[in-house]
């Protein structure tokens, strides 16, 4: 059914709109085309009336960068593809809560000219936003109950191609291989990395970026985090703090517009060696919970809830001594420590990834060179039960130990800056 013409243009500061009669589901409809201009604020969206037998249903509408994936455009057709939150239908309950759901929405414009013109400016719209162009992959197929694999193909993939984004994907073959990948890879091919895992391999990127000579470019490359391991807590912290729900189809989105945030990342000097870490850090019970229930990996999640049941029931303690700067509001915890006490930063001769050690071999970042010496330091004595040290919000898609670490997430609805 061919549009009759009826167009009507108008612009008023920062914002730009087209209107056009189209054709959506065999029906004529008024649709119009809003771009924003201003500076530091690009995007735009698409709305139509919705109508039946003459009669107005209301309004629909696509924001370029919240819902849609891409734009395609063929003869008078223009395709939207669209990730969009609608209302779930509850089989008892009427209306069910809200998720997104791909979806495609084609307009039929009155002539091809003006579709090619519509697709052209609805595709520059979208690239404006910095989305990423090429992706490299990787995917742990051993994480969790194995799934990564099968996640990628039914949930990751679709995306990413209806997206329109190049990738490449590699699945890790043994421990460490992420690191490996990470240390060697060729970034400039790149505009981010994604991992189909859990927490690990994330950590493993980390320090695998960190190990390279080229350090200081490299740690400035996004790196994009999809629930496909056992804890998830990165990944769940990240969706949490845009108010998305947590599944590995609006982690991928998440990437595909480009969200990004900075991150900071802890450095975990033990002896000669030199780790990495940007989720947590724990000692004692939840640190024995996470390396001995690994033989109940094939249980995904849950195996963390039956173990420490089993544990709770044959406590532990460890003897030790905690330093700590302590955060604002929190000056009273521990007690303070004498000068001649204070922790200092030491030399250390560190370890690379691979096992190198020390001399002019050794590249990479070396931990962090900021001066403690006139921090009021403060001590807490053991025996302990555990110490966890947490980056982020949530340590797994179930246990949030630190609300507070939200405010570290600089995230913002419209566009959130770690992938």
Known sequence: M???SKKDMRQTTGVQTQTEIVCINNSLTKASLTLSTESGRRGGELRWHISN??????????????????????????????????????????????????????????????????????????????????????VNPFGGKKCGPKIFEKEVKPLLEAAGINFKM???RYGTHAKEIAHSLDLSKYDGIACVSGDGVVVEVVNGLLKREDWKQAITMPLGIIP??????????????????YSASNATFAIVRGCKCPLDVASVVQGDKVLFSVLLL????????????????????????????????????????????PALGYEEFGEPIGESNKWKGETVILQDAFGNSGGSEMHGYKGSSTEFEE????????????????????????????????KLLNFCNSSPTVV
């Open 53 to 138: 037998d003459g009669k107005s249903k209301g309004e629909r509408s696509l924001d370029f960068d919240r819902d849609v994936l891409g734009v395609e455009v063929k003869d008078k057709r223009i395709k939207l593809k669209a990730f969009e939150v609608l209302q779930k239908e509850s089989l008892f309950f009427g209306k069910g809560e809200k998720q997104r759901v791909r979806k495609d929405y084609v307009f039929e414009m009155e002539t091809e000219e003006k579709a090619t013109l519509w697709g052209r400016t609805i595709s520059e719209c979208i690239e404006s936003l910095g989305r990423p162009k090429e992706l490299f992959v990787i």
């Open 170 to 172: 590699q699945e890790t």
């Open 2 to 4: 061919e549009a009759q």
């Open 282 to 325: 724990c000692w004692g019970l939840v640190a024995d919970i996470n390396i001995e229930s690994e033989k109940y990996r094939w249980m995904g999640s849950a195996r963390f809830e039956i173990y420490s049941l089993l544990r709770i029931f044959g406590l532990r303690k460890y003897d030790g001594k905690i330093q700590f700067v």
């Open 375 to 406: 921090s009021k330091w403060r001590f807490i004595n053991g025996p302990f039960v555990t110490v966890w040290i947490q980056n982020v919000p949530w340590a797994s898609k179930d246990i949030m130990p630190a609300p507070q670490a939200k």
């Open 228 to 245: 496909g391991g056992t804890g998830n807590g990165m990944a769940k912290s990240l969706l949490h703090s845009v108010r998305e729900e």
